[in-house]
């Protein structure tokens, strides 16, 4: 008995200390792309901060790799990798999209929505679903749709030039309602008027924060990368109600875009309200086979898409504007020559304005609305340059760091949107250097491979319009003392990227000007009165 307690007791020690080690070390596949040092358990976990991730992401990429690629080890068994340079994000999204194109499975993401919760194009795994999908989204962003859409754009534009010279101090309000009024008349038809409590709009952007908040870093708990956390009672972590929060934040997106549906329908069954691109989903939905919840969110997803983003990338192109006078004076010159003074600038396009395209192209460099990118996740092992990327890898996309990187730009932080008129990429490099090494694209802020944002063009075009409305009726400045804050600590630390509240002022050039604003703003209300 002794001898058996002398042998079995040191022996299974030596077993649960193993199976410990086991359990809780972190192991990298061989020849993962190179990383920081990990710590047992957590990995690199604790290198990744909850508010802007992609500075540190960054960072730890020009340390740790040569070639723009790094691994990275979250908690004992889960890798990732991150791409920051462009010629990565060239090779491996562009190059390999059929093996770089699908999504990691996001927990938040699949509560947030009704079951089976794949319903957001934006998350699905690469397959038929997300191809029938992406389809769909596509056909709303097709030129033809885009053609149709030109009138409303303009009317919307002219109501936001109307806001913002008889309510300066709610501009922030007035760029959100702008940004997803466009989408909210081209989409379901109904116009979004005015930005108040209840309104579909706020109700929409209300919803926008609560879902990026569930989605940060951090909010939901990491069952998937520490699933031992899952026996752990929930009133001792610091994720108690997470689950509630989530949910309820999913009924209320779910609500907002079926209220938006729904009206819609409610619009065709009197024969009332203008065409718009659910009113042509609804009249094939017998032979697209949609759902009503698939028809909702394809709608919702369109919202979410193209609002924030481009109305974050708008308020960084005003607030850069405040902070150098000089920029705006050199775009306002240009506008006015093209389009003179008794006439406010409509269907720009970027032949005829190069530095303003130059500033929408600078802006999404310097402040990318979504400077994480969306991950992506490998479908199969791959080898790049000789480092191994196991299959079911996700892939961070990270779009500041590419955007930033100073092998590329010089002085990357600073806002000096001429680099975008010497080099079509704004590239410090010679453009024969590049004849050799394709871009294929001006900036990576729009993502890569075949997940790239289909609503790019839209943004452009949108964006184009109001920039040249906007620095043609105003002169824009910051109401404070002293130099204007555009450094990183001035933008939000979520998962969007945008300028924390400022104060603008914005000061109509001119009595002419104030007139033809006033004028514009009429006619566009009479139009806009069509989706009412
Ligand atoms: C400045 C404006 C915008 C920025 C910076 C932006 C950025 C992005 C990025 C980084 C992605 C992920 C790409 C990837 O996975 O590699 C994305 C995806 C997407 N974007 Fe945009 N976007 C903008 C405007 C829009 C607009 C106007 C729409 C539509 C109306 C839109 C709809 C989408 C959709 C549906 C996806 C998901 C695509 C997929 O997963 O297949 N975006 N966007």
């Known amino acids: 008995m002794a001898l058996i307690t002398l042998v079995v007791g040191p022996l299974s020690f030596i077993l649960i200390l193993y199976s410990c080690i086991r359990l809780f070390s972190t192991r990298r596949p061989q020849n993962f792309p190179p990383g920081p040092p990990t710590l047992a358990i957590l990995g690199n976990l604790h290198q990744l901060p909850r508010q802007k991730g992609y500075l ?40 390999r999209g059929a093996i770089y194109s699908s999504r990691p499975t996001v927990l938040g993401v699949t509560i947030v929505m009704p ?58 309000e007035h760029v959100l309602r702008y940004h997803g009024a466009i989408i909210m008349a081209s989409a379901f038809g109904t116009r979004a008027k005015e930005y108040v409590d209840n309104s579909l709009v706020k109700r929409f952007f209300d919803g926008q924060d609560d879902w990026a908040e569930i989605l940060a870093p951090g909010f939901i708990p990491p069952y998937d990368i520490l699933p031992f956390l899952k026996v752990v009672p929930e009133f001792l972590t610091p994720w108690r109600g997470w689950r509630e929060k989530v949910e309820s934040v999913g009924r209320n997106q779910h609500a907002v875009y079926r209220d938006l549906l729904a009206g819609v329908r409610e619009r065709m069954a009197q024969g009332r309200g203008r065409d718009c691109f659910m009113k042509d989903m609804l009249r094939s939905q017998e032979k697209d086979g949609y759902s009503d919840i698939d028809l909702e969110y394809i709608g919702g997803v369109l919202m979410e898409g193209g609002s924030d983003t481009t109305a974050n990338a708008f308020e960084t192109f005003l607030l850069a504007m405040a902070a150098y006078p000089s920029i705006l004076k050199t775009a306002q010159q240009e506008v006015d020559g093209f389009y003179g003074s008794d006439k406010m600038p409509s269907e720009t396009n970027e032949e005829e304005l190069p530095f303003l395209t130059a500033c929408f192209l600078e802006i999404l460099r310097w402040r990318p609305s ?20 196991p299959a079911n890898t996700a892939v961070l996309v990270n779009i500041w760091g590419i955007n930033h990187d100073p092998e590329e730009f010089e002085n990357p932080e600073v806002f000096d949107p001429t680099r975008f008129l010497r080099h079509p990429s704004g590239s410090k490099r010679s453009q024969g250097e590049y004849s050799n090494t394709p871009l294929g694209r001006p900036v990576w802020t729009f993502g890569g491979g075949r997940r790239v944002c289909v609503g790019q063009h839209m943004a452009q075009k949108s964006l184009l319009l109001t920039m040249a409305k906007v620095v ?38 001119g009595e002419d000007r104030k007139s033809i604003i006033e004028r514009e703003w009429e006619k566009a209300d009479a139009y806009l009165k069509g989706f009412e």
């Open 115 to 172: 079951p089976p919760g794949d319903y957001h194009l934006a998350f699905l795994q690469y397959g038929p679903k997300w191809r029938r999908e992406r389809k769909t989204a596509m056909e709303f962003l097709k030129k033809s749709e885009s053609e149709k859409r030109i009138p409303i754009d303009e009317a919307e534009a002219c109501q936001l030039m109307y806001e913002l010279l008889v309510e300066p101090e709610r501009f922030q």
């Open 56 to 95: 540190k992401l960054a960072e730890l990429c020009w340390k740790y790799s040569s070639n723009g690629l790094m691994g990275l080890q979250l908690g004992p068994s889960t890798h990732a990798v991150v791409i920051n340079s462009w010629k990565a994000a060239r090779d491996l999204l562009d190059q």
């Open 370 to 389: 979504l400077p994480s990118g969306i991950p992506h996740a490998t479908t199969q092992d791959d080898t790049y340059e000789g480092l191994f990327i």
């Open 472 to 509: 043609w009726c105003f002169d824009i400045e910051a109401v404070s003392a002293g130099a204007v804050d555009t450094s990183v600590d001035a933008f939000h630390g979520g998962l969007l990227m945008g300028p924390k509240p400022w104060q603008a002022s914005f000061r109509v050039r």
